[in-house]
């Protein structure tokens, strides 16, 4: 079986992917690696970032960060992996494809009742969830958090995990038709963020002291916002900018009130393989127990990935998408 993947020559709009037959792996896995075919691959907002150029990488690039699968074969000096083997990674370039070659040690062991889609559409936005609510902002009975982009992959995990937490969540979407969506997944405040009343309305769903935190995937649409409702002290965990890094001067106040401003990288936090297990089995037990619903990804065949990211662009996902080779 010859390897399909999906790679850029030049930065650009969805349309630069090319969705291509490559024999780059023909000669099997190398010394620590495993080749592993893959049966749900991720799509990540960030993927649209190295496309893009937002995030610079070398080109060549192959396209895609996380995916799941079934070891194939396995290279020398590999121990605790055999052909048959489920596995799972993140944040690893090359996912968009029918089968790779990898490093064995940045594989997750899958549960045999955590399905392919179930961990492709998970794990990443998972271990970012758990990074924000366990480690940036540990998350206690009685707090009040802020999340905007709610609706969106890592928002929703964010917003559901939290609430399972003890926490009152208030979630934020970009219209009104984003809304019932994340109060079916059993948030009790949802607001949309170009309310006129918003400020006044976490105004009062906090009686006046506002929140403890607040997890910002919006940027430069939002972030004025999440200064302006944050209690002095709180934490500002800036992780996206789907609309754009926000102005200088929407930060500037924030050390004059204490607010630790921070921007976490998930990689950061789970790094080391004691961590990532950690994280991982974190992540699977939370889903077990049901704090992140029924997860039904939407499914794109790999050759359509431009138009997965089209769909991206134009904000018409809610929760996770999948591409299946």
């Known amino acids: 079986m010859q390897q399909q993947r999906v790679r850029i020559y030049e930065n650009g709009a969805p349309s630069v992917m090319k969705y291509e037959t490559s024999a780059a792996i023909a000669g099997g896995p190398g010394n ?7 049966e749900a691959i991720g799509v990540n ?45 993140f944040f690893t370039p090359g996912a968009y494809s029918n089968m790779r070659l990898i490093d064995a040690g940045v594989l997750v062991k899958l549960p045999d009742d955590i399905a392919s889609d179930v961990a492709a559409s998970l794990l990443t936005k998972g271990l970012t969830a758990w990074m924000l609510i366990k ?42 038709s984003k809304a019932q969506g994340v109060r079916n997944r059993g948030i009790d405040h949802v607001l949309v ?29 939002t972030f004025a916002l999440s200064a302006a ?12 900018n789907a609309s754009g890094a926000p102005a200088a001067d929407d930060k500037a106040g924030l050390p004059g009130r204490g607010i630790r401003y921070v921007q976490p990288a998930t990689s950061q936090y789970v790094g080391e393989r004691s961590s990532l297990d950690e994280a991982s089995t974190d992540v699977f037990a939370a ?13 794109y065949a790999l050759s359509d990935v431009v138009r997965a990211h089209e769909d991206i662009a134009s904000r018409s996902l809610v929760g996770p998408a999948i591409l299946i080779p």
Request: no cysteine; glycine share 18%; proline share 3%.
């Open 45 to 89: 907002f960030v993927d649209t970032l190295f496309r893009s150029g937002a995030f610079g990488v070398s080109l060549p690039f192959d396209m895609g960060v996380e995916g799941a699968g079934v070891v194939e074969s396995v290279g020398d000096g590999v121990q605790g992996w055999k052909s048959g083997d489920r596995a799972a990674y």
């Open 287 to 299: 889903y077990r127990a049901g704090v992140f619903g029924t997860i039904e990804p939407t499914r």
């Open 135 to 176: 480690r940036v902002h540990v998350v206690k009975p009685g707090d009040i958090v802020l999340v905007h982009g709610a609706a969106g992959g890592v928002g929703s995990l964010v917003a559901q995990w939290a609430k399972s937490l003890g926490a009152t969540v208030i979630a934020t979407v970009g219209s009104p």
């Open 32 to 38: 620590g690696q495993v080749k592993l075919v893959h």
């Open 193 to 221: 963020t170009d309310d006129p009343e918003f400020l006044e309305t976490v105004n009062a769903i906090t009686g006046g002291r506002g929140v403890d935190a607040v997890y910002e995937f919006v940027g430069k649409a």
């Open 229 to 240: 409702v944050l209690r002095s002290g709180g934490t500002l965990a800036h992780v996206g």
